[in-house]
């Protein structure tokens, strides 16, 4: 772990709470706390919010990620991103950050077990590629409150099943009606009450059912990953993705 860092939070609910709980605990302050509740409220991050700031951690709404990313980059910020539901802009995003030599890492999931349950899907679709018979789907659940559906979560999970599977070619989102095609992959919601997060993997064929399934208690891991991202950013320049984290934590 590097030395203590000086951190923003950049959205302040209960995930920003639940941030500046691991961060303290790990040694690192706050330096500055930004709820920004409405679009375009971006103009409120300013230089002078941010002195001595390190690195920024950046969990927000869709809505307004991008602006807020933009901004911090913009201000020569390194950042940290859980805001999902915005990568239709990655590109974008992406030239900024090389064009200002910033420092972004986003991930739908900072979770390491989530990481470490993604790595046994990817072997495990490996496995399931060798043996037709088997089909796959997935399924998430979240709290009724998120706002994108299915998950980033899940949108990672199929890209790692696509690359795997050969027989597997496109997604299928939500209830569909009808037969779903062999070369389609679904991939279905539920949100329900206060869940954190619950995404399973279903392969199944006549003769047995395999389920895959990891389940969040709560944010904290969540929070962990994220701060434990912003130790690996800073210093850092460049696009990264909490793959780049994991890979240096595995060479070890």
């Known amino acids: 772990m590097p030395k203590s860092l000086c951190l923003a939070l950049v959205g302040y609910g209960k995930m920003g709470k639940m941030l500046e709980q691991i961060a303290v605990g790990r040694g ?56 999902t539901g915005w990568y239709q802009h990655l590109d974008e995003v992406k030239a900024f950050v090389v064009e200002k030599n910033g420092a972004l890492l986003y991930a739908s999931n900072f979770s390491p077990g989530i990481h470490i349950f993604q790595r046994i899907v990817a072997e ?49 989102e939500g209830n569909y009606e009808g037969r779903v095609p062999d070369s389609a992959l679904q991939v279905s919601s ?37 701060v434990m991202a912003a130790e690996w950013l800073y210093s850092k320049r460049g696009f990264f993705t909490m793959e780049d984290v994991f890979h240096d934590f595995e060479s070890l």
Request: glycine share 6%.
């Open 28 to 83: 690192h302050e706050i330096k500055a706390r930004i709820d920004l509740r409405e679009p375009g409220a971006v103009q409120n991050i300013d230089v002078g919010i941010l002195t001595d700031v390190d690195v920024c951690l950046e969990f927000t709404e869709p809505s307004s990620a991008v602006d807020n990313i933009l901004r911090l980059v913009e201000l020569g910020k390194p950042v940290v991103t859980g805001t």
């Open 124 to 172: 495990a679709m490996r496995l399931v590629n060798h043996f037709e018979h088997y089909d796959v789907s997935i399924h998430e659940t979240h709290h009724r409150h998120k706002k994108d559906a299915p998950s980033g979560t899940a949108s990672t999970i199929a890209r790692i099943i696509l690359d795997k599977i050969e027989r597997k070619t496109s997604v299928i």
């Open 190 to 226: 539920s949100r329900c009450g206060e869940i954190p997060g619950t995404h399973s993997v279903t392969i199944d064929s006549s003769a047995d059912t395999i389920t895959l399934t990891h389940t969040a208690r709560n944010r904290e891991g969540f929070a962990l990953g994220a």
